[in-house]
């Protein structure tokens, strides 16, 4: 297939800890497709993957092992996430963390990924060096004011809308 131009996922993970390289899996994905400059679609699962959520980790996300119980396992998530990918560009804030713990669950799966990919967090240290950090609280606060009253950080869907906003704003500028 080839990639649409105008189709972008923006994506978020919660993961069991910080690294794949240390068995670390990815517990939550939430994304939002967007088309032509408008939000299409959706993506959000929780992810039981059958590994202990590490204490650091859940001190980011709130995600519990109690909360995964009963959840989809990965080879019931990631194909379906494959496919809402494809032909698509992915933007994620901080890229290279998402990206690496996504290749890593396709690869289990025996699933590619071609997709290119853009960094929010490396667009904004690049166009708007004079904020203070580069996290997503702050550019969102950068370009958005106060952060949405609906939009719970450090949740895959709700960091992925968050992460939407502020491409959106930055494409325009």
Not at 35 to 57: M, P, T, W, Y
Not at 108 to 126: Q, W
Not at 151 to 158: E, G, N, S
Not at 160 to 173: C, F, G, Q, S
Request: aromatic share 10%; net charge positive.
């Amino acid at each position: 297939m080839s990639k649409n131009e105008n189709r972008y996922v923006i994506f978020d993970v919660e993961t069991t800890g910080f690294s794949h390289q240390h068995g670390a899996r990815i517990i939550e994905i939430g994304a939002v497709l967007i088309a032509d400059g408008n939000i299409i679609s959706e993506f959000q699962s929780l992810i039981n993957c059958g590994k202990v959520v590490s204490r650091q980790a859940q001190k980011v996300h709130g995600i519990t092992d109690r909360m995964l119980f009963g959840q989809p396992a990965p080879e019931d998530i990631f194909p379906d996430f494959h496919k809402y990918i494809s032909e698509s560009t992915l933007v994620a804030h901080n890229a290279v963390f998402d990206i690496s713990f996504l290749r890593y669950e396709f690869s289990r799966l025996g699933l590619g990924m071609n997709n290119g990919y853009l960094c929010t967090m490396k667009m904004s240290r690049r166009r708007f060096p004079m904020l203070p950090n580069h996290k997503l609280d702050t550019v969102a606060k950068h370009f958005l004011g106060d952060l949405p009253p609906e939009i719970h950080r450090h949740r895959a869907l709700d960091d992925a809308k968050l992460t939407a906003m502020i491409w959106m704003e930055m494409v325009k500028r």
